[in-house]
């Protein structure tokens, strides 16, 4: 059973950058990909972007050149840093893992979330 | 984008009667190399994150109850809900995840009548 347990400053101004980082118990690192989504009553589900364990990543274009995902496998540990932050930025972020199709179509879907993070960007 | 659009926004069923979601994409999301749709739908309880309950718009994820079943295919898919239970209040979520960025419907809430 993979337990995803996520941390990080839940307080933050405009113009900061956030950093957040999920710790993986359980399962094999390297088999799946790891994902971060956020959750605001504005805009809903949103996908920010992904990473596997060799460090290869992939982002949402909304979010330009502010977001960077990194991965630490001797920790079992993936981040998330968001940088110039704004109000639109207040969400829940989520940790999440995907299962990649065992047929190597490259699908992935997100089958397990970590607990979330409400982070507030607030002067 | 793919956008992912949700129907109705909310429904109250009756306990024990039929709940049906539909979920509409922009675009197919079919993959025609491997003829399968690259859907997955949520359920998200209060207070608690997502939790999957379908992938390839069809397929139940292991211990999901088997009243909730997923159908369609291209840009049109249904998550079929028989026999509500209480705990079945929640709001449920469809996601695409054929191509970056993956993208979410807006949610479609179900109450008990």
């Known amino acids: 059973q993979v337990q995803l347990r996520q941390w990080g400053a839940g307080l933050l101004k405009p113009s900061e950058t956030m950093s957040l980082t999920c710790a993986v118990y359980?399962?094999?690192?390297?088999?799946?990909?790891w994902t971060w989504i956020r959750q605001s009553p504005g805009k809903g589900l949103e996908w920010i972007g992904e990473i596997n364990h060799s460090g290869s990543s992939t982002y949402n274009p909304s979010l330009k050149n502010r977001v960077a995902i990194s991965v630490d496998t001797s920790k079992n540990q993936f981040s998330l840093r968001l940088t110039s932050l704004t109000a639109a930025d207040t969400a829940v972020y989520y940790c999440t893992r995907a299962t990649v199709d065992t047929l190597a179509t490259g699908a992935r879907w997100v089958d397990n979330w970590g607990q979330g993070t409400l982070v507030t960007v607030s002067s | 984008d793919i956008v992912m659009t949700q129907s109705p926004d909310s429904l109250a069923v009756s306990l024990g009667e039929r709940a049906t979601i539909n979920c509409k994409s922009s675009?197919?999301?079919?993959?025609?190399?491997?003829?399968?749709?690259?859907l997955a739908w949520y359920q998200q309880k209060a207070g608690q994150p997502p939790k999957l309950l379908i992938y390839?718009?069809?397929t139940r994820e292991s211990g999901v109850p088997d009243r909730f079943s997923g159908s369609g295919s291209g840009t049109d898919f249904t998550l079929t809900i028989t026999s509500l239970q209480a705990e079945d209040v929640a709001v449920y979520y469809c996601q695409q995840y054929f191509s970056t960025p993956f993208t979410f419907g807006p949610g479609t809430t179900v109450h008990i009548k």
């Open positions: 390839w718009a069809s």
């Open positions: 359980g399962g094999t690192f390297s088999d799946y990909y």
């Open positions: 675009q197919s999301i079919l993959y025609s190399s491997n003829n399968k749709n690259y």
